[in-house]
């Protein structure tokens, strides 16, 4: 019996994407259900972040969306799921930490990236133990683990947090990855 109740999912807000993309947000909103996890996730309408949701919601599952007031035009909040409107950034990802017990990384840009490498800090700084994955079908994130091999090499953190990192190429594994690492943080 798996632990993972809800998962965050940061994602990419651009529609100007390759639909490869697009299509592989529905997949993970749709696994997302299918399992009975809720989804967390930014709240927007658009890009990655739109697909993902509407499609879990479609599928019959929980989605969750936390959008700051100043945002709620620009990603075009997705009113038929539960969302919540929060004052800043800040207590958005703070939101979407609490709401969660995993997180997974769609390809996305500058705000993703932003959103998973902070996770990732608070768990090198010991401050939380919950899984993260990063999920694409391309290799999409390869030079993100490519760089953290560097920052490990060059001596600044240390060869035990690249367990931390964990690669998968379906929605299925990324999940799958996830409650292994709950279950035995658990035991
Ligand atoms: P992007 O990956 O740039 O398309 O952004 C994906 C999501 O991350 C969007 O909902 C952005 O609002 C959000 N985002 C952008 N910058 C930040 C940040 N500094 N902290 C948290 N989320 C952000």
């Given at each position: 019996?798996?632990n ?6 940061y994602c ?6 390759n ?6 947000a529905?997949k ?8 009975g996890?809720r989804?967390?996730?930014?709240g927007?309408g ?5 697909a993902s949701?509407r ?5 019959g599952?929980k ?5 700051p007031?100043?945002?709620?035009t ?8 539960e ?11 703070q939101m979407m930490f609490?709401?969660?017990?995993a997180f997974i990384v769609?390809p996305?840009?500058?705000g993703t ?6 996770i990732l800090?608070w ?7 919950k899984?993260?994955?990063f999920?694409d079908?391309d ?17 600044f ?9 964990v ?6 594994a990324a999940?799958d990855?996830?409650?292994?690492r709950?279950?035995r943080l658990?035991q």
């Open positions: 019996m798996s993972v109740r809800s998962v965050c999912v990419g807000a651009s529609n100007d994407v639909k490869d993309y697009i299509r592989l529905e993970l909103g749709a696994e997302l259900a299918k399992r996890i989804m967390v996730y930014g927007g658009v890009g990655l972040m739109g949701a499609s879990a919601h479609n599928a599952g989605v969750l969306g936390i959008m007031r100043f945002l709620l620009k990603e075009m909040i997705y009113e038929d799921v969302h919540v409107i929060v004052e800043d950034m800040h207590t958005r990802k609490q709401e969660s017990d769609l996305g840009g500058i990236l932003e959103e998973a490498v902070e800090s768990a090198r700084l010991n401050l939380h133990a899984p993260m994955a999920l079908e290799g999409f994130w390869a030079p993100f683990f490519e760089l953290m091999d560097h920052i490990i090499g060059g001596g953190t240390p060869k035990s947090f690249r367990s931390m990192l690669h998968c190429d379906t929605p299925e999940i990855a996830l409650c292994d709950i279950v658990d």
